[in-house]
Nanobody, 129 residues
Framework: HVQLVESGGGSVQAGGSLRLSCAAS????????MAWFRQAPGKEREAVAV???????SYANTVKGRFSISKDNARNTLYLQMDSLKPDDTAMYYC????????????????????????YGQGTQVTVS
């Protein structure tokens, strides 16, 4: 049974930083494409950062240059480093994983996330004021 548990959210002032973590269990994540999504009140869920099994990453234009996604395969943990945060970054942030196709590339997964990701965590709230 795949479980994804996010942590690290909180409240921060504009310009500040946060680091989100996602602990994965029930599988080994090294060969899986994984991602961070976010959903703000009244808005659709959007994929903001993806890392594929080759270690390549892709970012939404709204976060490019400010957010960085990474994986620690030994710890089965996904991270999202968020710098220069803006009030528009306020949202619930979710970790996601695909079932292990291993051939999914980050750019494609970012463009067509609904086709790719099978598992989602419960989310962690990020509030920027």
């Amino acid at each position: 049974h795949v479980q994804l548990v996010e942590s690290g959210g909180g409240s921060v002032q504009a310009g500040g930083s946060l680091r989100l973590s996602c602990a994965a269990s029930g599988y080994t994540g090294s060969r899986r494409c994984m991602a961070w999504f976010r959903q703000a009140p009244g808005k659709e869920r959007e994929a903001v950062a993806v890392i594929d099994s080759f270690g390549e990453s892709s970012y939404a234009n709204t976060v490019k240059g400010r957010f960085s996604i990474s994986k620690d395969n030994a710890r089965n943990t996904l991270y999202l480093q968020m710098d220069s945060l803006k009030p528009d970054d306020t949202a619930m942030y979710y970790c996601a994983a695909e079932r292990g196709r291993s051939t999914v590339v980050a750019g494609y997964a970012l463009s067509f996330p609904d086709q790719i990701f099978d598992y989602y965590g419960q989310g962690t709230q990020v509030t920027v004021s």
